[in-house]
């Protein structure tokens, strides 16, 4: 459970919920206009958090690659600081192999297949900071799921 969750996280938490529950519309609405509040030089956990998600509400590869960018650039200027008032064990480090993995799915969804297998390689080099926990084995999962589907030896 979260250590800090301030109004806009618990917004984008609540949106992230409605789409997990097939409201993706709602969702997909809600995150777009959280995102219009935060702005592109905002609190950078909140635009982070809300890009990583409203990625995975895209139906179009090209908007979902644009919101995965987003993230990764969030994250580049977030601090394991800043993370760890939302949750104790959160690292941007730990942020990574995820951050890179969609960016990979997404490059091989849009047939280039050099970028993807840039990401995948940087998401695999992340790996050993991810938990052994059940998020670490979904991203270490999809890692090895999409290095198969790329031809990329294990």
């Known amino acids: 459970m979260p250590d800090d969750v301030d109004d806009m996280l ?27 509040r935060i702005g592109p030089d905002g609190d950078p956990l909140h635009r982070c958090s809300l890009a990583h998600y409203l990625a995975d509400l895209q139906d179009d590869p090209a908007e979902e690659l644009r919101w995965d960018l987003r993230a990764l650039d969030a994250a580049d200027v977030l601090t394991d600081v800043r993370a760890q008032r939302h949750h104790s064990a959160l690292t941007v480090e730990g942020m990574r192999p995820s951050l890179h993995l969609n960016l990979a799915d997404d490059y091989r969804k849009l047939g280039r297949p050099d970028e993807a297998r ?12 991810l938990p052994d926990d059940d998020y670490g084995r979904l991203v270490r999962g999809g890692i090895a799921r999409l290095a198969e589907e790329l031809g990329v030896p294990a």
């Open 10 to 36: 618990a917004s984008i938490i609540e949106a992230v919920e409605w789409g997990r529950a097939g409201r993706v519309d709602e969702a997909r609405e809600r995150l777009t206009e959280l995102w219009g």
């Open 118 to 129: 840039e990401h995948l390689a940087l998401a695999r080099h992340a790996v050993p900071v």
